[in-house]
């Protein structure tokens, strides 16, 4: 017999399970730490990109050391992966970036990046999968003491375009649109940048930049952060469309704006879908960005002429409809620092542009529109210089 007034142990059981479960979901979550998997780097032309692999979304601290050409992140509530249990200071052979020194700090860490001369820098957040990315760039002796972001120039001479950034959207998990017979966004988008790509470089004598050119996820994020760390001149970014009427068909080049009709509002939030945040945020968002009046000129131009492009080009062999160009509050468009347009090449849910996608000579043609925008573009450019 159990003392009177003492629970029995499964009664005591119960008890302890349901005060457990009133526990506020957060509390195991704030004492179960975050963990640094892995860093990586790579030297670009113009800069170093730094990536901390984490396997939780992390908060972080920056500060720049006084008389030294170092940058401290601090990382709260982080322990270091297996990977760091021995090397804890990497040399860096390539870049401008020295050392890389990780020290663990009770419940923190600090990460030193040491670079070779002074420097400016630019921190993300970028989730699926979590990392935090920082580009670094040398400094430019034309900035203000104590800014830390490149200056953008507000009307750069057209003609002297040198960097051309092809954006392929979707892949690896992130298929995009498919099609009924499976033809997928992510494959047909990467084969048409693939052919602009070498029209470009071999016509144009351009640097061409793809965001990916294999099939491989990237965040939209990290889509922008390439563009903009290298200071690209264009960006273009190649997707197929789709809706719920199968025959709906045609072509739509996209730029920066706030979205006047319910295609373009389905359309941006179906492209936006894998970055944080909805169709409605990004509204709100672009309302400083349209400051950018230069690149909002320069992008309109860009749109027109690669629609009268698409009309010539696809025209002369296939039945095409120009659902006109149109503003929206696409992601890769509000956050890249050029002149930037999206393509909806054609209607991967109407069944006869489903056909003509699987087309060689159909995609070769979409390829020759969007390079005859560029072409044109350029080229009315230095007429007006």
């Known amino acids: 017999m159990q003392p009177t007034g003492s629970p029995s142990r499964p009664l005591a059981v119960i008890l302890l399970i349901q005060l457990f479960l009133s526990l506020p979901a957060s509390t195991s979550a704030k004492e179960s730490p ?11 032309p113009d800069h170093t990109r730094i990536v901390f692999d984490v396997n939780q979304p992390t908060n972080y601290k920056t500060a720049r050391l006084p008389g030294l050409q170092t940058l401290s992140i601090h990382l709260p509530n982080m322990i270091l992966g297996e990977i760091f249990q021995k090397d804890r200071i990497i040399t860096v052979k390539s870049g401008f970036l020295k050392t890389i020194e990780i ?29 935090l990315v920082i580009d670094a760039f040398p400094s430019n002796p034309a900035l203000k003491k104590g ?51 070498d029209l470009v470089v071999r016509k144009l004598k351009k640097e061409v930049l793809m965001t990916r050119e294999k099939d491989f996820f990237l965040s939209l994020e990290e889509r922008t952060l390439l ?38 509002i389905a359309t941006a939030a179906r492209e936006n879908a894998t970055a944080d945040g909805n169709e409605v945020n990004f509204q709100e968002m672009i309302l400083s960005d349209l400051e950018k009046e230069y690149n909002l000129n320069a992008s309109l131009e860009l749109a027109h002429l690669t629609e009268k492009a698409f009309i010539e080009k696809l025209g002369r062999k296939y039945a095409t409809v120009s659902l006109g160009v149109k503003r929206a509050p696409f992601y890769v468009l509000a956050k890249t620092n050029m002149p930037a347009i999206l393509a909806e090449i054609s209607f991967l849910s109407n069944p006869l542009e489903e056909r003509r996608l699987k087309n060689r000579q159909y995609r070769q043609r979409i390829a020759e529109a969007l390079y005859t925008g560029i072409d044109q573009y350029i080229r009315s450019s230095k007429k007006k210089s």
């Not at 820098?121 to 990392?131: C, H, N």
């Not at 830390?148 to 950034?165: C, E, G």
């Not at 099609?179 to 047909?188: D, I, R």
């Not at 970014?237 to 719920?244: E, G, I």
């Open 147 to 197: 800014d830390l972001t490149p200056a953008i120039s507000k009307n750069p001479p057209v003609y002297s375009i040198r960097t051309i950034v092809i954006d392929p959207g979707h892949g690896g998990d992130d298929p995009g649109t498919i099609g009924k017979s499976g033809l997928t966004e992510k494959a047909v988008v990467l084969d048409v940048s693939r052919r602009l790509k």
């Open 34 to 44: 975050a963990t640094l998997i892995n860093i990586r780097h790579h030297a670009y």
């Open 227 to 264: 563009a903009n760390g290298r200071k690209a001149d264009l960006f273009i970014s190649v997707h197929a469309n789709a809706h719920p009427k199968r025959s709906m068909q045609g072509i739509e080049i996209y730029l920066l704006g706030v979205a006047t009709d319910e295609q373009a």
């Open 103 to 131: 020290r663990q700090e009770e419940a923190a860490i600090n990460v030193m990046l040491t670079f070779k001369n002074r420097y400016f820098y630019k921190i993300s957040s970028i989730s699926d999968p979590d990392r």
